[in-house]
């Protein structure tokens, strides 16, 4: 039985090999947030995020890594609000606009740890 243990400690839930999140790349991706962004639903400023200490990265590290081996991801990273932006002549005409979406921080740094891994 102990062997078997062992076997399954590199494992997620779908018996799939578990994907590990170096502090680096999570640390890299946070301090990569423009100042600017736009905290979105959550309320939290990307530059508090930026700002954090080794203690916040590296809970942000566990949780984006729990969410790319399988567990669930929080409600409100899936919520965004869509906003028409005004882009040039008549502002009566809806070509005129172009649509964006504005997801929560921890939602926009998920996405880049999962482009980083595809890449």
Not at 68 to 97: C, F, Q, R, T, V
């Amino acid at each position: 039985m102990g062997e078997q243990e062992t076997e399954l400690e590199g494992m997620n839930e779908t018996g799939t090999d578990r994907i590990n999140l170096d502090i680096e790349i999570a640390e890299m991706t946070i301090k990569s947030l423009k100042s600017s962004t736009s905290c979105g639903v959550g309320g939290v400023p990307a530059e508090l995020q930026k700002s954090g200490t080794e203690k916040l990265y590296e809970l942000l590290r566990q949780m984006f890594e729990s969410c790319l081996n399988g567990d669930e991801i929080s409600n409100d990273w899936k919520i965004g609000h869509i906003s028409a932006i005004y882009k040039k002549a008549k502002n009566d005409e809806y070509e005129n606009y172009r649509g964006i979406t504005v997801f929560t921080i921890f939602s926009l740094l998920y996405g880049k740890i999962i482009k980083h891994f595809l890449e």
